[in-house]
Nanobody
Framework: VQLVESGGGLVQPGGSLRLSCAAS????????MSWYRQAPGKERELVAH????????NYADSMNGRFTISRDNAKNMVYLQMNSLRPEETAVYYC???????????WGQGAQVTVSS
């Protein structure tokens, strides 16, 4: 099983980034997918969640419509489009796959996002 995040980097405040997560080794279409982030010295927090079919999406309140989660079940990919980024959103962003039916929970290794001028 692998979840590999990419697309992180340095961006100026107000800028945009698109994170990608490539999944392999499990039945992707059977799993809900989420993005989390962990800033230095803080707990890991949920950013966005999408159900297995993509029919429902949920976001943390602080996203305020700036972030969009999506998935491509044909490519085993999940994405996070982040707009109007703020310095306080500097964190490691993680991809997570969960199947309650199967009792499985997988995490990626994380991608660093730094928002700074």
């Amino acid at each position: 099983v692998q979840l590999v995040e990419s697309g992180g980097g340095l961006v100026q405040p107000g800028g945009s980034l698109r994170l990608s997560c490539a999944a392999s080794g499990f039945t992707f279409i059977s799993y809900d997918m989420s993005w989390y982030r962990q800033a230095p010295g803080k707990e890991r927090e949920l950013v966005a969640h999408i159900t297995s079919t993509g029919g429902r999406r949920n976001y943390a309140d602080s996203m305020n419509g700036r972030f969009t989660i999506s998935r491509d079940n044909a490519k085993n990919m999940v994405y996070l489009q982040m707009n109007s980024l703020r310095p306080e959103e500097t964190a490691v962003y993680y991809c997570r796959a969960v199947s309650g039916l199967r009792g499985r929970d997988y995490w990626g290794q994380g991608a660093q996002v730094t928002v700074s001028s």
